[in-house]
């Protein structure tokens, strides 16, 4: 418990530092005339996307449980998605809006594994797909000679995902041995129940290839949804960011956001984006603008989700019955 309380801690002071040092970079002089530039018209567009980009996810999550032989509602999906991501906000952990998910559908019928597998297939795919267009957008500003804003940390973070699945695909033959380590001790043997079960539930969707091709093409979908988003974001600021770059920069603050380290992002996202901005070459204020809107517009679509949980609580009325 002490632990848990020094590692919280820990992330609230890398949070703060991170902020701390931006702030002392800005300057506010610079940040007062990028207000009354703002574009209300671009964010409000903005706002759209990130509700459908929700309603996208909630999409890719319903196949793989489908193929998991749990029939949720496709409404009820949506509801889920969007008040677990509403009370995510409230939690330091990233992964607690994946929990929390993880539990309402055991609520419907299906199992823990199929639950936890098909929530870590869909972060992965994600992910694999993300790094996708990010190694593309590396390749086309290499070959039109623009790879200068492209550092060698920043390329191996963008291979990151594709190295990950290599190194899975050389152990898969050896990671029930490893998992095997779990088992017959008094504190880990449920866990290794549960580990086994949700790895095997994992390597089955081989047998749903075409869910898994459906699903990676809503990926996309998501990605560039997203992309739209935080160039309209920009173009609200009038300080627009060419696409490639944000086809790069939005997979990286993606993985960095994803370590856990800090509050739910706070601090790493917003110095992510004004370090890959600034290669970019816009000023540490009109990154830390765009980041600061980023972090805004998407809060505002977790908010949908904060009325859905009070009219109809975290289970739903239709589980509560």
Known sequence: MRSKKLFLLLRIVISCGIL?????????????????????SFLMLSFLFVLLDRVLMSQRWNILLKAKKTVIPFIEI????FVTSFLGMFVPSSIAPDAMRAYLATKYG??????????FL????????????????CLVLFLNGNSQIISTSMLILVLMPFLAVILWLLLHGYIAQ????????????????????????????????????????????NHGLFIITVYLITL??????????????????????????SLGGLGVQEGAYVYLFSRSGLSVQESFAV????????TLGCIPGG????????????IME
């Open 20 to 40: 701390y040092l931006i702030f002392r970079k800005l300057e506010y002089d610079q940040m007062k005339i990028l207000i009354p530039k703002l574009i209300i």
């Open 78 to 81: 949506v509801r889920i998605y």
């Open 110 to 119: 299906c199992t823990n594994a199929g639950a936890i597998s098909s929530i």
């Open 122 to 137: 869909d972060r992965l795919l994600g992910l694999l797909s993300f790094a996708l267009v990010a190694s593309v957008s």
């Open 178 to 221: 490893i998992l095997q380590k779990f088992s017959g001790t008094k504190y880990f043997d449920s866990l290794y129940r549960i580990l086994v079960e949700s790895y095997s539930s994992l390597v089955s969707y081989k047998n749903n290839v075409l869910d898994l091709i459906k699903v990676a093409i809503i990926c996309f979908f």
């Open 236 to 261: 609200s600021l009038s300080v627009p960011v060419s696409v490639v770059h944000l086809c790069i920069f939005l997979p990286l603050v993606a993985l960095v956001t994803m370590l856990p380290i």
């Open 291 to 298: 980041a600061f809107l980023i972090r805004v517009v998407t």
């Open 307 to 318: 009325f859905l949980y009070l009219s109809s609580g975290f289970q739903g009325k239709k």
